[in-house]
């Protein structure tokens, strides 16, 4: 991205002008040749779509679902036969006056959501008018929204590939999950359309109420979510306070964890559980004196006693505790060990624990630690599918392996994104978290 | 198929046996009195039975989106056809409700949700006499009422027998989700008297709301085991009593809910008892601690992270002021109480009479004072509230010493 001082210019920006000239085109076409429809209905859906657009009602995680195209639905049923295409296009027109997109200065992106909608909505409204004739109602319903998510997915994912030069693909994949609800959503906007015709406004009301109600409740949700990643990120800081060789294990953990969570289609909320789980997999180091955490070399036994200690009872202590009982298993050794065992696979928090224990152990290999320097990534990688089947779990150390290898990035030896200055250097070779002592890395690519 | 079925547990399969045979008794006998009507019937008891048992986590309790088809259906059918779905939807709920909520809660929901219906069937009937115009508009106005009528009943039972595991109820966190499943009964309504095929897509908004408030209820689950692992660490560490953070909690919540305070304020004390003692963990060796005096440090440096967080801001200030010389607020004294009372009596519910009364004689100031006395009162009418706390505690101390023997 390009920001300018008065214009945010996108390499689509062609694409967006385009799309808003085509769409302007039409609106002035239909205006020539009407009909109009009712003005107090076109007042009433633009009204709403106005408001709707700018307080979005948020659906899924992280994703924005605006609220638009049920409106835009709503009103292509309330007009009925009577200007619908026209006045349907109208509304369609206004959804490209958000604040948001003024305040980013993308005002080219404005002109194509202006030009995509009322597309989409014309030909929604059109497709509903001739459906409706022959077929009835609910052909006409599921035509329409058809007709409108199509157009309306297809010209955002060939915007999103201009501005972004992402593989269409990966952007068909990110708003695949989205296409249940376009259908849900649109046919309950038909649906208060046709309420209207009948009831009046009366009927939106039946709509809106719960749409704010739902939303401020979703607002709430993120406020937690919020007010949860602050504490988490504030206690990291703090146990990366006490053991500083260790600065960004814990986020690079819980990054590996969620590329885990991805090749193996985890829900959302699963997602965000596996997060929390990484995140705080090594909250039992707050328990431990910074004088051992920061010992270069060996620990005595008298030491390690006291870290055995602290682990142990940290395991036991978190399997009573719901939520945290996945990271028991990235904290004990005999948790983590993956093992063949269907009843204990079905459960959730095992998988979690063996996502995590995957992650964990990748960073520990591709991280400089004070008893030794980082390896390089394909011999991590070696590493976790030699202990596949045994320690890890095969299937999240290859979908970590993918995961990686798709993103064509590098950690390791070469490429740590943390540089930590040890008191004593590390040697090239050491005890770790899995015996290295056939994959020493060859010679020149280390020390 | 079957072995899908042997893999499921042995409850659900109980469950599933109970359900699936409810469902051929009431079909076979309603089927056989009144033909192709009766299996619809059968049909649609199934149907309202399955959605009262789809709830949505709102901040009163878990609340049925079935109860949006039962509004609607009192308008939608005659009364006849109305007591008879219902009382069949009731009939299938109770295995799946004992199952799930146990025998008293189970059958404390049934009685809630039959009288609440039985208010709302007589409620249709008398808007139907007194509004008899068959417009949309009208039959909204009816559903409306008698929708009013049933969560109206809903609420004063829900408050009058509440489940115990239930917050307390109150009107400002209730009607969010209760309106929703108006308009949703309204929608259901107005949508089936237009095509009935359109009654399916009027209970979408519900789905969004329920999607939004179990989204938030999980959030705050999760976010209050977080702040439960938190808590643990200088547990761990031995600086303070296993189990001191959640046994203080439940003493703290006890002596805000006697004191009237907000549901807001409860939350806030629940979250500064397990975190009081949170300073230990930005000390260089936790076993300082042990030696260490300045308790007010340590409170400090409690404070001090909390605040950090932003969002735990007012819960560092309640922790700064747990061991402060005064006390300036009822949240300060409520928390000085709870912890210092938990440290006195540990796991032994003998020593709490001793623990009130030196608690009562080390009141300085009237917050302190006040809030002794209300210990005092709890503990006079609800002795209990010990024990639950020492059970509050318990997984952790006996986590902890089967750790103890496992390592010998």
Known sequence: MRPGRWIVVLPGWWYEVACGVAGTALLVALILRGPWPDLVGLAVFTGLLLVAENAQVLVRDDAGMSPAFMIVMASIAGFGAHGAILGSAIVGFSAGFTIDTFKRRRYTAAFFNTGQYLLGSAAAAAAYSALSRIGGTAPAFLGAVLVFGVLNTGLVLVQVVLNYGQPARDVWADMRPEVPNYFAFGLVGALVGVLYTSLGAIALPLLIIPAVIARKAFASFLELREAHDATVRVFIRTIEAKDRYTAGHTERVAKYALYIGEQLRLSGPEREHLRYAALLHDVGKLAVPRRILNKPGRLTEDEYAIVQRHNQVCVDILTRVDFMRSMVGTASDQHAHYAVDEARERDRLVQEAHIVAVADAFDAMTSTRSYRRALAQDVAFAELRDKAGTQFNPECVEALIRAIEKRGEQYGLGFEETEVEFEVTPPVVGVGSAGLGDLVPPRGTGS | ?408
């Open chain 2, 1 to 408: 198929m079957k072995e899908a079925i042997d893999r499921l547990p042995r409850g659900t399969r109980r469950l599933a046996a109970e359900a699936f045979l409810a469902l051929a008794v009431s079909f076979v006998i309603l089927g056989e009195a009144q033909g192709v009507h009766g299996l619809v019937l059968a049909a649609l008891g199934m149907l309202v039975a399955s959605s009262l048992l789809v709830v949505v986590q709102a901040p009163i309790g878990s609340v049925p989106l079935g109860y949006a088809l039962v509004i609607a259906l009192a308008e939608l059918a005659d009364v006849s056809t109305y007591f008879v779905v219902v009382g069949l939807a009731l009939l299938v709920t109770v295995p799946v409700l004992v199952a799930r909520y146990g025998h008293d809660d189970g059958l404390r929901r049934l009685m809630r949700w039959s009288l609440a219906s039985a208010a709302c069937g007589g409620a249709a009937v008398a808007m139907r006499l007194l509004v008899v115009s068959s417009r949309p508009d009208m039959a909204l106005l009816r559903v409306s009422a008698a929708g009013a009528v049933f969560l109206g009943v809903d609420l004063v039972l829900r408050t009058l027998f509440p489940t115990p595991t239930a917050p307390p109820m109150r009107f400002g966190d209730a009607w969010p989700v209760h309106i929703s499943l108006l308009c949703a009964a309204g929608l259901l309504t107005v949508a089936y008297q237009h095509d009935p095929w359109m009654a399916a897509l009027a209970l979408i908004p519900l789905v969004l709301v329920k999607f939004a408030y179990d989204r938030y209820a999980a959030a705050k689950d999760a976010y209050r085991q977080t702040i439960k692992a938190l808590s643990i660490v200088p547990e761990v560490a031995g600086v303070t009593p296993l189990g001191h953070g959640e046994r203080s909690a439940v003493y703290a919540v006890a002596l805000a809910r006697q004191l009237g305070l907000s549901n807001d304020s409860v939350e806030r004390l629940a979250t500064a008892a397990r975190l009081h003692h949170i300073g230990y963990v930005t000390l260089d060796d936790p076993e300082d601690a042990r030696h260490h005096d300045n308790r007010i440090l340590l409170a400090q440096l409690g404070g001090a992270i909390l605040r950090e967080t932003e969002f735990l801001a007012d819960v560092g200030e309640l922790v700064e002021s747990v061991h402060g010389g005064g006390v300036e607020s009822r949240e300060a004294a409520v928390l000085q109480i709870a912890t210092g009372f938990d440290h006195l009596v540990l796991e032994d519910p003998a020593r709490a009479i001793g623990a009130l009364q030196l608690i009562n004689f080390r009141q300085r100031d009237p917050y302190g004072a006040a809030a002794a006395l209300v210990l005092r009162r709890i503990l006079d009418e609800d002795p209990e509230v010990v024990e639950r706390a020492i059970a509050s505690g318990a997984p952790l101390t006996e986590a902890a010493a089967a750790s103890e023997v496992s390592r010998g």
